[in-house]
């Protein structure tokens, strides 16, 4: 309780709250992790379909992934801990959101103020022009472009890409304006977004991590409450 009390303290106190979030928070929502292990592609792995390469390949097959995982999320539900960061932002406690989640659950929670920094599931964008667009259900087939016809693809940060600059700037400029951050499930082993606290801490600012268990980051935490976030954070919004 009294590490709860003192986060509490710490949110009130917040001139530029932000937060980051990880696989953690989609796991509460019973997001697969799509590392290969799942049932009818456990022959692949992640690494055979989620590249550049993969997708000039075959994108049929590619594309077959990627809707059978839409399908896979399109039943999950934004859990507890979706919905207060969602409550934080339209109270205007919560500025912006980071996060390593492709899911679009926190788009689906009514969070507005995103940065997803490995790409969306739901979002589609052109393989040769700038054409983009936002997808409201699972995708059938190969997705045409209907500015060049060229196959459209999921727009998420495959292995070998970098991460979108676009995105990286405007992460870069919340990590340096804000004094805290709420960093919820990610286990902070995955660059650069582990460095992202780092960096605010760095900048003089304070890391509330929430998380079922302690992680490499803890040591770095002003403060670390365990316990799964769709509980922490609605415990958290109650004392506030
Ligand atoms: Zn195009």
């Known amino acids: 309780m009294k590490q709860f009390n003192a986060a509490t303290d710490l949110l009130q106190n917040a001139k530029h709250l932000i937060a980051l979030t990880g696989a953690g928070i989609s796991k509460e929502s019973n997001v697969p992790t799509f590392r290969g292990k799942d049932g009818l592609w ?3 792995n992640a ?6 390469q993969a997708f000039h390949r ?17 039943k999950c539900e934004p859990n507890p801990a979706h919905l207060t960061l969602a409550k934080w932002e339209h109270n205007g406690l919560l500025k912006t959101l980071i996060t390593q989640n492709v899911d679009g659950l926190h788009r689906r929670a009514g969070s507005t103020q995103i940065l997803e920094v490995h790409g969306n599931l739901w979002t589609l964008k052109c393989t040769k022009c ?32 970098s991460l979108p600059s676009s995105i990286m700037d405007q992460v870069f400029k919340e990590l340096q304006t804000a004094d805290i951050i709420v960093v919820v499930g990610t286990s902070a082993l995955v660059q650069p977004a582990a460095s992202f606290p780092l960096i605010v801490k760095q900048n003089g600012g304070q890391i509330l991590e929430v998380n079922v268990e302690t992680t490499p980051l803890t040591t770095s935490a002003d403060i670390h409450l365990t316990g799964k976030a769709g509980e922490v954070l609605p415990q958290l919004d109650k004392l506030l």
């Open 42 to 44: 456990k022959q692949y």
């Open 47 to 52: 690494m055979d379909l989620a590249t550049p």
């Open 58 to 74: 075959n994108p049929q097959l590619v594309w077959e992934w990627y809707t059978w995982r839409q399908e896979l999320i399109a």
């Open 130 to 161: 700038t054409y983009q667009s936002r997808l409201s259900q699972p995708t059938q087939g190969i997705p045409l472009c209907p500015e060049c016809q060229s196959n459209l693809r999921p727009d998420v940060v495959w292995f070998g890409e």
